[in-house]
């Protein structure tokens, strides 16, 4: 089966930038979508197909997919971005989806 | 406004079965993809099930055979029929759509808890 492997956990100052990455396979040949989760909330979409930021989502998301990397990125961090970032893409080849393993992302 | 709302969930035995309903509003079921996925506690997201506007669906290998995924057109309502529960089905599901964006999930209903434990 596909996976998808993310770091735990990104550390990042306010005002910088946080990249977080999500490995597999050829990915550069998939669509990634990207998860933000909080504590005790759903998910929410920030990134559709490696790069599409939905309405409502800030410009200081952004999305970038090539090789075996897709990653995404946030820049001028905010204590409000932090949270858990998940990856996912449809595996043709298994006729599933799969989600990454999920990087906590602490704001210092 | 586009709402979605799961019910069903709660406390059952292993071995047993629970039909989880997701109620949608501001939209058809019939539109887009419907898909359910769950969260264990404190532990990542998983796929779980995928119905197409068109009515194909699809399942996770660790649900295929146990779970299986409808909807009820006149009713607006996304259902997942799950059998032969075990402890590691403990977990939030979430059933998710695409509505305005194409691609990932946008609209994300707020989860109800399954527990399976004796």
């Known amino acids: 089966s596909y996976v998808l492997t993310q770091p735990p956990s990104v550390s990042v100052a306010p005002g910088k930038t946080a990249r977080i990455t999500c490995g597999g396979y050829n990915i550069g040949n998939k669509g990634v979508h990207w998860f933000q989760q909080k504590p005790g909330q759903a998910p929410v979409l920030v990134i559709s197909?490696?790069?599409d930021r939905p309405p409502g989502i800030p410009e200081r998301f952004s999305g970038s997919n090539s090789g075996n990397t897709a990653t995404l990125t946030i820049s001028w961090v905010e204590a409000g971005d932090e949270a858990d970032y998940y990856c996912q893409v449809w595996d043709g080849s298994s006729d599933h989806y799969v989600f990454g393993t999920g990087t906590k992302v602490t704001v210092l | 406004e586009v709402q979605l709302v799961e019910s069903g969930g709660g406390l059952i035995q292993p071995g047993g079965s629970l039909r989880l309903s997701c109620a949608a509003s501001g939209f058809a079921v019939t539109d887009n993809y419907m898909t359910w996925v769950r969260q264990a506690p404190g532990k990542g997201l998983e796929w779980v099930s995928i119905?197409?506007?068109?009515?194909?669906?699809y399942y996770a290998d660790s649900v295929k055979g146990r779970f299986t995924i409808s909807r009820d057109n006149s009713k607006n309502i996304l259902y997942l029929q799950m059998n032969s529960l075990r402890a590691e089905d403990t977990a939030i599901y979430y059933c998710?759509?695409?509505?305005?964006?194409?691609?990932?999930?946008?609209?994300w209903g707020q989860g109800t808890l399954v527990t399976v434990s004796s």
């Open positions: 119905i197409y506007s068109g009515g194909t669906t």
């Open positions: 998710a759509t695409s509505i305005v964006t194409p691609g990932g999930a946008d609209y």
């Open positions: 197909y490696n790069s």
